[in-house]
């Protein structure tokens, strides 16, 4: 079965009494369901079918699929191709012994060791060389970051302008997914208008007109100054669609100036309106690809330079391509692989590449969500908007050192150094920094890595108190990759401010009496426990209350600690495979500007093969994702038999 989502726009408006339309876009946003029927395997129906009888249909069927899961639609083969992530996560929870449910009967430790086995050997029949699927994007508009930075980047004018436009929808963790950015009829409005504010900001600079419109007429004729208007429109738009505009598209724009200049428009009303006309264009506010043709191999294609360039900047810079990156395009250049890996590394440390801090970092770790915080001015009385800034700014100073040093990735769970400036310091109980700016510091014994940072433990915690659940769920979706399912409806939330039954951590284990809760809490609780000695705001405290804190815990499979330090060992150790797959489909995520499916997994595999032998380098996992096929290639739309 095939889903198509067909999208068209336009929208026509006349000002300063010239005619300025939007382009038509067609895309399509194709997925498909597999109705072929499995082939029959005879070592899953004879290993794992059995089990899964025993233990596992009788509460995940078709008829009553709790957690979304039917298991008794498997009854001849695993399907690895398409529900890879849910035989691996399977594999977890009965290693783990957190399924089946404590309150039901629980398989041998023979079971679950066959069982395993069985189902590690058919995720082992995983085959990334049978059919290729780099997927394709749907067609996506600039989002507002990117919106801004492509036009101060375009035209050197820093306007903001974005910041009047509607927000962005969030799709898959982040706002650059191709899928949910729409195009309101509001913000059809916004573009034009805004297109007119740059195109006047553009006339009160001359070095700004020079650049943007080089070529001035020779001789004071009619012919050469269509001449220079031809070049000029020719130059401008190439830069704003990010390409060499084709002959079609020129004679439509100087179709404009010719009907404007026969109503004798002043020669910078024309150039507005011209600019008016492309910056409105679906060929700026969108980012095009062209669909593979009847004869490409396996319905693929292979995105051109231009494309490429525009992949590439908008990754890792949130902006429109540069020159240099533009004439490798041109030149056929860009396309090589040792070019690509240079231009990737050269890219990294311009300073565009604060982008990925902002926007990447930003939505990966929440750091966006710090500023709407408001802990509870009694019990905190010593936090105010300085401290708030303060605790953002030292998680963005260090994501950037992590890519201008190109840095191993697992620091961001080990790292024993920090940035603070003199609010901070005093926060965390440092030595009194010397000056208002940020200064690197080395933490002190029990703070390692972004997990103890005030930013995020700020960020999982209640306005009135810490929150282990929030820590240690916020810990399993975005460093681990195991978000949790969602809570039974009937549980109730852990009251506030009730010390009668006992300390935080004695009331939670009240509440994981409730086998239906247990289930997902034992890791979700051990993980935040391990951060308890920071109270909601990221200070460091030995009481809670009347209570000592106790920040022990086990980790399913005996994993023992006491304390954040202790934690992020573990973590480091026994689950940095876990973190760098689950920061690969992040930045993977990101980078595409679409959600992963199970062919995706190729590259994420391929991700953590490259980091593990070139050290865990930050530039290798950004490497990894712009030479895969996803980012190089583009899949047709599959069509209805």
Known sequence: ????????????????????????V??????????????????FVRDVIPFLKSHCFECHNTEESEGGIAFDKYQQSANVQENYDLWEQVIRLVNEHQMPPADQPQPAKDEIAKVSSAL???????????????????????????????????????????????????????????????LPPILLEKYLDAAYTIADGIFE??????????????????????????????????????????????????????NAWERDSEPDEIYKTIIVAVLSSPHFLFRVEKDPEQNDDDGIRELDGFELASRLSYFLWSSMPDQRLLDLAKSGDLIRRGVLI??????LLDPKAIALVDNFAGQWLQLRDVSRLMPDPDLFPNFDGELR???????????????????????????????????????????PVVGDGFQRVTLAKGRRGVLTHASILMLTSNPTRTSPVKRGKWILENILAEPPPSPPADVPELEEGIETLGSLREQMEQHRSNEACAVCHRTMDALGF???????????????????????????????????????????????????????QKLLTYGLGRGLTSHDRCVVNDTYAELQKNGYRFSELVIAIVTSDPFTMRESVPQDD
């Open 1 to 24: 079965m095939f889903g198509v989502l067909r999208v068209s726009m336009n929208a026509s408006n006349y000002k300063n009494r010239l005619f300025v339309t939007l382009w038509m």
């Open 26 to 43: 067609t895309t399509f946003c194709v997925t498909s369901d597999a109705d072929e029927r499995p082939s029959l395997d005879k070592n």
């Open 120 to 182: 590690e050997a058919e995720l082992g029949k995983f085959d990334c060389s049978t059919d290729k699927h780099p997927g394709r994007v749907t067609i996506r508009r600039l989002n507002k970051a990117e919106y801004n930075n492509t036009i101060r980047d375009l035209t050197g004018l820093d306007l903001n302008l974005s910041d009047s436009f509607p927000s962005d929808d969030v799709g898959d963790g982040f706002d650059n997914i191709g899928d949910v950015l729409s």
């Open 205 to 258: 600079d001359d070095a700004i007109k020079q650049k943007l419109l080089p070529h001035q007429p020779k001789a004071e004729n009619l012919l050469a100054q269509a001449e220079a208007a031809r070049l000029n429109v020719q130059h401008f738009a190439s830069m704003a669609f990010r390409r060499p505009v084709t002959e079609a598209e020129q004679i439509r724009l100087f179709t404009i100036i010719r």
């Open 342 to 347: 240079a231009e990737t590394k050269r890219m």
């Open 389 to 431: 800034v303060s605790m953002r700014r030292e998680t963005e100073l260090f994501f950037a050192t992590m890519i201008r040093e190109d840095r191993s990735v697992l620091e961001f769970l080990t790292a024993d150094f920090t940035y603070v400036n003199q609010r901070l310091a005093r926060h965390y109980g440092l030595e």
């Open 530 to 584: 391990g951060l308890e000695n920071f109270d909601a705001i990221g200070a460091w405290r030995d009481q809670d209350g009347r209570f000592t804190i106790d920040a022990s815990g086990e980790l399913p499979g005996g994993m023992k600690f006491d304390g954040a330090e202790d934690l992020m060992q573990i973590l480091t150790k026994n689950k940095a495979e876990q973190f760098c797959r689950c920061l690969t």
